[in-house]
């Protein structure tokens, strides 16, 4: 390396041919470390970009992967609360019927499946509640539960209001409307004492067709189905549709032909129920009574003289309990009494409308008490047929 010192002015010619070597040849005269070091720096850089985008990188998977288990934990979670069975857990739970009145709040309908323990997660049946809108629409009915029902399914059900029906039974051994309003409204929501004062109301009995005293008969003792919620109106509109039904053109025919409407022929099935249980003895008691009917003759149903009585315990009517004054003794007033003495059975009805076709105008109950009867075409006959049945009773002491 020259020592000459680029740019030195004591020579004009040595100056000029320094000067111009100086100009062409600077750039490889420039030291090796710095090169080096130029190198050294730039090398530096990319290294330093490339580990900040490798951090960002393990960060960006650090979050997706905090995210991923983030969801995926939710996710069960929500699966858990939502398929797990959490209604009737415990061990040997039989199926529960869930009765929700009309009003029933939602908060009060949590706090009673929380406290009775119904629901084994009370925080998962909230939280469906509000998914699926049920809070705001609670529905009042009789749902049945059934062990292992998972929370979603309860909710839905619960929301579609879908609740099981009840059986609502009465037989014709009911005399009068409390009576009848007591069976009906012993499996539904509706307040018996309420419902007896809808039943006397005579404005009800003019709505259905029917007179005050007539009312009951309306009502065919049978079986049916009905929701828990029906009000005191839907159940006597049920039960009017099953009488109408009952009614059939040809029924009505029958009715005619033994010259009675559909009301009186519901009197005399009431007294045909109360005179034999059996039904295969119906038609034949009503055809003794349709006999006297025919003849004008009085129908002296003993039945009668105990519903005048509002005596049910008598056993034996005397003749004493004869001279009771009153529009039900048929011993004194020719026809029949003024409204029904009991529900009439359908098989009562049907006894009236086929009568067995006979000559009989009198029957006393067997000597055996079986319940069945004897039947006579003459007074002598009956009377004796009545001894008989009377040394029957004497000789087991029932007065």
């Known amino acids: 390396m020259l020592n000459i010192a680029c740019g030195d002015t004591s020579n004009d010619i040595i100056y000029y041919s320094l000067h111009n070597f100086c100009q062409k040849n600077i750039a490889v005269r420039v030291p090796t470390s710095d090169i080096q070091h130029k190198f050294k720096m730039a090398t530096s850089k990319k290294e330093n970009s490339q580990g900040k985008i490798s951090t960002k990188y393990k960060i960006f998977l650090g979050l997706f992967a905090g995210l991923s288990v983030f969801v995926i934990a939710t996710s069960y979670y ?12 415990q061990k040997g739970a039989k199926e529960q019927v869930l009765y929700i009145p009309k009003g029933m709040s939602y908060d009060v309908l949590a706090k009673k499946l929380r406290t009775d323990g119904t629901i084994q997660h009370p925080v998962a049946f909230g939280v469906f509640s509000k998914w699926l809108n049920y809070v705001d629409n609670v529905k009042a009915g009789r749902y049945i539960l059934t062990p292992k029902m998972n929370t979603i399914d309860f909710v839905r059900l619960l ?4 609740q099981a029906p009840v059986n609502v039974v009465f037989n ?8 009848l309003a007591g069976k009906i409204t012993r499996n539904l929501e509706i307040d018996s004492t309420q419902f007896i004062t809808y039943l006397q109301d005579e404005n009800t009995a003019k709505e259905f067709g029917f007179d005050k005293d007539n009312f009951i008969s309306m009502f065919l003792p049978n079986t049916y189905e009905m929701y828990w919620t029906a009000s005191k109106e839907e159940v006597v509109e049920r039960l009017k549709k099953e009488y109408d039904k009952f009614w059939t053109a040809e029924r009505k025919e029958l009715a005619k032909a033994q010259n009675l409407s559909q009301k009186e022929v519901a009197i005399l099935a009431s007294i045909v129920d109360a005179e034999t249980r059996f039904a295969d003895e119906k038609p034949r008691v009503a055809g003794v009574y349709l006999n006297r009917l025919k003849k004008n003759m009085l129908l002296q149903a003993d039945p009668t003289l105990v519903f005048a009585h509002n005596d049910f ?7 004493r309990h004869k001279e009771i004054e009153s529009p039900f003794n048929t011993y004194k007033y020719v026809g029949l ?6 529900l009439p059975s359908i098989a009562g009805l049907n006894a009236v409308l086929k009568p067995e076709n006979h000559e009989y105008i009198f029957f006393c109950a067997k000597e055996d008490l079986s319940g069945y009867h004897a039947f006579a075409k003459t007074n002598a006959e009956h009377e004796a047929n009545a001894r008989r049945y009377h040394r029957a009773l004497n000789a087991r002491g029932i007065k």
């Open 172 to 179: 014709q051994n009911l005399r009068f409307l409390p009576d």
């Open 78 to 89: 929500i699966y858990q609360m939502a398929y797990t069975p959490s209604v009737l857990t």
């Open 337 to 342: 009494p003024p409204s029904p003495i009991r």
């Open 313 to 319: 315990t008598i056993k034996r009517v005397l003749n």
């Open 159 to 162: 929301r579609s209001g879908n």
